[in-house]
Structures are given as C-alpha cells and as structure tokens.
C-alpha cells in the first residue's frame, strides 16, 4: 500500500510476533484490542476470545491474579488498581444495601475507613470486634450479617488470626469469609486452603515487592470472583498492563525475597528482645515452617527519644509503606492508623512510641548494627 505522509506516520509496517515467542511476557500496553470483521469481534461476546477491551481485562493483568490464584491454590483471581479496590470488589461480591458485616477491630487503617465511613453511605453497616473472641463475634451476628472480614497477621501489631476457628464460626453461622493476606502472603499462610471465600492481597506490597507499583489482587471461588469481576470492571478498578507486568516480575522472586526477609525479621527481632532499651517487642512464633513473617514493631517505650531513635537509623528510612527490599520503619500513628478512633488505637495498643519495621534483604549484620546504633543515639 502507498500512503502519504500522515497516514505513514501511523500506518508504517509493524513485526507480528506469532513464530518468536518471547522469553519475558509482552507488556500488551494497550486499552482496546482489535478484530478483522463483525464475525471476529463477536467472537469475544460468543467466548472464543478472551481480550476485547483491557478495563474487562488484559493478558499482564490476567497473569498477576492467577499467578496469586495458584500460589494461594484457589480456583481464580484478579487482580484490580489497589489493594483497596480489592477490597472492596470481594466485599461487593458478597453484601448489598442491607447488609452487615463483621471485621476485625484491628484491620489496617485504610480498610477501617473503607468500612466505618464509604460503605456506611451504601447501606452497609460494619461491626468491629476483637476477632480472638468468638463470644464477641457471635453476639454481633444478626440476621444481615453476611462476611466475617480479618486479616492473617495483623498491622501493626502482628496478631496471628485463628483462620480455622474463624472460618468454622463463619460455616456455623452462613457467613461467608474474607481474609487479607498481605502480611502473611502465601509463603506462610495459605487462607483459602483453610476454607476462606476470598483471600485480598495489597500487591503493592510483597507480591510486587520492589515499593514501584499499586496493585491489589482477589482470590478465592470462582462464582465469587465471576461477581468481583463485574464490579472491577463496572466501577472502573482494573489494573493497568505495566502495572500487572511490573507485579507480575515481582511475584517470579517472592519466594526468595520472602526466605531472606523473614530470616532478617527473626534475627532483628531476638536482638530487640535483648535489648533492654526497648519496652516491647512484637514478633509472632510458629507462624509457618517458612517463619513467623518479615515484620517486626517494637514499642520504644519512655527510654528513648523516637525522632531521635528516627533520625540515627540513617540508611533505614522512614516510609508510609513496607515489604520492599530495602528495610524501612513506619510511624503507625502518624499515617496507617491515623484515622482509627483513639479508643481503638489505645485498646489495641498503637501507642506513640510504636514502630513498625519492615525487613528488607539486606544482610543481618547491617541492619542490626543500623538498629543497635540508632537505639544508643536515642537513649535518654
Ligand atoms: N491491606 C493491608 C494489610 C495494607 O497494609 C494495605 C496498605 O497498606 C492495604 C490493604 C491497602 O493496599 P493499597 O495501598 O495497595 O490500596
């Protein structure tokens, strides 16, 4: 064909790829995908093909829920813009106007507003409860009530949840069940193989693993991820191809990253315990046989200055995220938990002088000589 110059410029001849097959996965960075004639296109709605427009769905974000999906051994997944809008797409798949919903009182700070404050507008109403108490879950139930909602290991204290006893209570009671596994992630806690309905990751964090993308992923039945979909695709949640290929190369070293973090968190952990600087220490036991979590929050109690102890942790720096490679510290008070009542916040035991230390892959020695130093500096 012969075009003018225009057309050229838009037109020129392009390489199809069908006999080279990558090594890496192509990012299919594109919103729309394109069809030869009517028959084609309706080929999509007919289900012989899967790709029509990337908002309904993408190859690289296809890839990154049913890579979570296998490594969770739930049937489906998929994956949405954040772990928020996880969140919310498998709350959606279970409750309506109307609805009630049970959730852990100490759920990050992010999902307490989601709930205490969005879907209170929506008709649906939450309790929080102390969910190691099964007396105090039992007597929230009500005739509405539809999900018990927690998390694996909770933030920032690190609360390892009875999933068992939970889904039990849940399988009781004809509630359905949802779990965030973000801190655990399926390295060490596999919810939906205990029973769960929908497991939630926030990506960003250890799926993804390298703090450069927001991404969240929802696994679980397929009916119920057939119904989340729908509301990723209605509500406009989807993920972005980049974004999907950029978690998806994350989740290829979770494993290793996972083996190398937890082993920094336990060795950080048994020197804090032995530190007598520092009032408490949490870090949970018999988590897995792959470790007890790369997280550790300590509370620095009335013997140190905390914007000194802050400021002497110089390569360790202060961030309102964790699970990346490079360790770092955050101030729940001051950003994820934030907005949690001051109530909640003191019964749980988020106190001022709280600090969540999120273990990277550097080596051990380092990080417990950066720790060692900064405690000595902040020393009163
Ligand atoms: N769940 C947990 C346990 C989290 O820590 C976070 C964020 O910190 C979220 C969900 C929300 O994830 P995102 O920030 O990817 O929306």
Request: proline letters at 3%; aromatic letters at 8%; glycine letters at 8%.
């Amino acid at each position: 064909m012969t075009f003018k110059f225009s057309t050229k410029t838009v037109h020129f001849q392009k390489k199809v790829q069908e006999k080279n097959v990558s090594k890496s996965q192509p990012i299919y960075q594109t919103s729309a995908f394109s069809f030869n004639d009517l028959d084609d296109m309706e080929d999509f709605y007919r289900g012989n093909k899967e790709y029509l427009y990337t908002r309904y769905s993408n190859p690289n974000t296809d890839d990154l829920g049913n890579g979570v999906a296998q490594l969770e051994g739930a049937p489906k997944g998929i994956a949405t813009s954040s772990g928020m809008s996880a969140i919310l797409a498998g709350v959606l798949a279970i409750v309506n106007h109307g609805d009630h919903i049970i959730a852990s009182e100490d759920i990050y700070g992010g999902t307490y507003q989601l709930f205490a404050n969005e879907l209170k507008d929506f008709g649906i109403n939450v309790s929080f409860v102390a969910m190691n108490n099964l007396e105090e879950i039992e007597n929230a139930i009500n005739e509405n009530t539809k999900l018990l909602y927690s998390e694996s290991i909770t933030n920032p204290l690190l609360r390892v949840e009875n999933l068992s006893s939970l889904i039990s209570l849940a399988e009781k009671h004809n509630l359905k069940t949802m779990v965030d596994n973000t801190f655990a992630t399926p390295y060490l806690i596999k919810p939906y193989e205990l029973g769960a309905d929908l497991v939630v990751h926030s990506a960003t964090k250890y799926i993804g693993g390298h703090s450069d993308v927001t991404a969240g992923v929802l696994v679980g039945k397929e009916s119920l991820i057939a119904k989340a979909k729908t509301k990723v695709v209605n509500l406009g949640c989807n993920l972005s191809p980049f974004e999907g290929w950029l978690a998806c190369r994350g989740l290829k070293t979770l494993a290793v990253r996972m083996d190398r973090q937890v082993k920094n968190a336990q060795a950080l952990a048994d020197f804090l315990r032995g530190n007598p600087s520092i009032s408490k220490v949490y870090y949970p036991n018999s988590v897995s046989e792959n470790g007890n979590g790369a997280i550790v929050s300590i509370d620095l109690g009335e013997s140190c200055d905390l914007n000194i102890f802050f400021k002497s942790l110089q390569w360790v720096k202060i961030v309102p995220t964790l699970a990346g490679v490079e360790t770092s510290v955050t101030y729940p008070l001051g950003t994820s938990h934030r907005s949690v009542p001051d109530g909640i916040r003191s019964k749980l035991g988020i106190t001022k002088d709280l600090v969540r230390i999120s273990l990277g892959i550097e080596d051990a020695e380092d990080i417990i000589k950066a720790f060692e130093e900064a405690i000595e500096q902040a020393k009163l």
